[in-house]
């Protein structure tokens, strides 16, 4: 495909992409951006000395399509005649003989669970190119980097339509890289944002068309359309605002305080510190721990230490834990400095006096409790369930299981009758 069927700012990614080793290609629905990475993978892969890369989708099918059909201008496409389909070992892969007659393996990859990054131990690779990449597995993703530490000329490409601004893609790699990039231009982070505009294969009135389906003011135009990082239909707390329900850290008049405890298992233990101040009840510091991510089981011991170190010298008035945690619970009165009240755990309820706290003002976030705050963002009804009941995820919710506690348990969500106010 010649580059004059992409718009102005599809080839200056392009062409970027050929001296930036981390490329990420985000935006709206029909934006173009897989065609634009598959011909920029394919020029990488054509010039990398490396013998090993890999394609890699929240499934064998995902990258399948994506990457090696994409719609007829896929690998296949631009290695016509060169390449074939095959297995290395146990990998599904691409054999493909450059144009200097060297013979690559393009190795395909499904990224869609838990323990999808082990199959990618041990591997040497050159290029990487991950499609839906915060569709997929988090580890999986991490490790494919780690893979190309010792390659010449390590090149990665990502291709992702919006999730919420606190989704851990954007917090854990991309806001990284994005600061690399500002403080050194030769960095090599290369980002580009696409939408439907940017498709020259979408005439006129197929544009019509699609947009005529869209409300401009829904939520689904500003992140299908426009490509925008924002939450999707179904959350929880839908009336969280970031300007109204967040500050900066500041001195303020406290008189009481509290804390929060979610405590994990296997997944994260969370804990957040709130303080009463002219009527609101502020976060104002958070602790949090991932069993999952770190690989470090922790005792209640060391939880408990946590505990005292993000209190300080305060004097708590309570300390409201998760009622399933009862060796936490039991090291905590061993100390005997904390007040211990078991969380009250009626998920309904405890959710509605959240909203209503919410709505009330009653409880505001210092933005240094960004767990918590990122929580109010993903935090969903699981679409799948017979019942109103929040999506299970080990990778948030955590912090506004803590927050119900305190706010059902101690009443800040509930009016004087006892009534919880919808």
């Known amino acids: 495909m010649g580059l004059a069927l992409f718009s102005v700012r599809q080839r200056e990614y392009y062409f970027r992409s050929r001296r930036s080793w981390f490329n990420v290609a985000e935006g709206g629905v029909r934006g173009g951006k897989n065609v634009l990475n598959v011909l920029a993978f394919c020029h990488a892969v054509e010039k990398n000395p490396a013998k090993f890369h890999l394609i890699m989708g929240v499934s064998l099918a995902a990258a399948q399509m994506y990457i090696v059909d994409c719609d007829g201008f896929g690998i296949t496409y631009h290695f016509a005649g060169r390449c074939r389909e095959g297995k290395y070992k146990d990998w599904p892969c691409i054999y493909v003989t450059t144009a200097y007659g060297e013979e690559k393996v393009i190795l395909v990859h499904g990224a869609n669970d838990a323990g999808s990054e082990k199959k990618l131990k041990g591997a040497t690779l050159g290029c990487v190119y991950i499609t839906e990449a915060n569709e997929c597995d988090k580890k999986a993703v991490?490790?494919?980097?780690?893979?190309?530490?010792?390659?010449?000329?390590?090149?990665?490409?990502?291709?992702?339509?919006?999730?919420?601004?606190?989704?851990?893609?954007?917090?854990?790699?991309?806001?990284?890289?994005?600061?690399?990039?500002?403080?050194?231009?030769?960095?090599?982070?290369?980002?580009?944002?696409?939408?439907?505009?940017?498709?020259?294969?979408?005439?006129?009135?197929?544009?019509?068309?699609?947009?005529?389906?869209?409300?401009?003011?829904?939520?689904?135009?500003?992140?299908?359309?426009?490509?925008?990082?924002?939450?999707?239909?179904?959350?929880?707390?839908?009336?969280?605002?970031?300007?109204?329900?967040?500050?900066?850290?500041?001195?303020?008049?406290?008189?009481?305080?509290?804390?929060?405890?979610?405590?994990?298992?296997?997944?994260?233990?969370?804990?957040?510190?709130?303080?009463?101040?002219?009527?609101?009840?502020?976060?104002?510091?958070?602790?949090?721990?991932?069993?999952?991510d770190t690989g470090r089981a922790k005792t209640p011991r060391e939880y408990y230490e946590a505990l005292e170190a993000l209190c300080g010298d305060l004097k708590i008035k309570s300390v409201v834990v998760d009622p399933s945690a009862k060796g936490f619970i039991n090291e905590i009165k061993h100390h005997g400095r904390f007040r211990v009240q078991l969380g009250k755990n009626d998920v309904k309820p405890g959710?509605?006096?959240?909203?209503?706290?919410?709505?009330?003002?009653?409880?505001?976030?210092?933005?240094?409790?960004?767990?918590?705050?990122?929580?109010?963002?993903?935090?969903?009804?699981?679409?799948?369930?017979?019942?109103?009941?929040?999506?299970?995820?080990?990778?948030?919710?955590?912090?506004?299981?803590?927050?119900r506690y305190l706010v059902y348990t101690l009443g800040w969500g509930v009016t004087r009758k006892g009534f919880i106010t919808l």
């Open 142 to 292: 991490l490790q494919s980097f780690k893979r190309t530490m010792s390659a010449k000329d390590p090149k990665h490409f990502h291709d992702l339509n919006p999730k919420p601004v606190g989704h851990w893609y954007y917090k854990e790699l991309l806001d990284f890289h994005e600061k690399k990039q500002v403080a050194d231009q030769s960095y090599g982070y290369n980002y580009g944002h696409f939408t439907i505009y940017d498709n020259l294969s979408v005439t006129d009135e197929q544009l019509k068309r699609e947009l005529a389906k869209h409300d401009e003011g829904s939520v689904g135009y500003q992140r299908d359309i426009l490509g925008k990082r924002i939450a999707l239909e179904g959350l929880i707390y839908p009336m969280f605002n970031y300007e109204f329900h967040t500050a900066d850290i500041e001195p303020r008049p406290y008189s009481e305080y509290y804390v929060g405890v979610d405590y994990g298992h296997s997944n994260a233990t969370a804990m957040g510190l709130f303080g009463l101040a002219d009527g609101v009840y502020w976060q104002i510091a958070e602790y949090y721990h991932s069993e999952r």
């Open 351 to 403: 959710i509605y006096a959240v909203k209503n706290a919410l709505d009330k003002g009653i409880i505001k976030f210092n933005r240094c409790c960004e767990n918590s705050i990122c929580d109010f963002g993903l935090y969903a009804w699981d679409s799948k369930a017979f019942e109103d009941v929040p999506m299970k995820s080990n990778d948030h919710g955590h912090c506004v299981d803590f927050i």
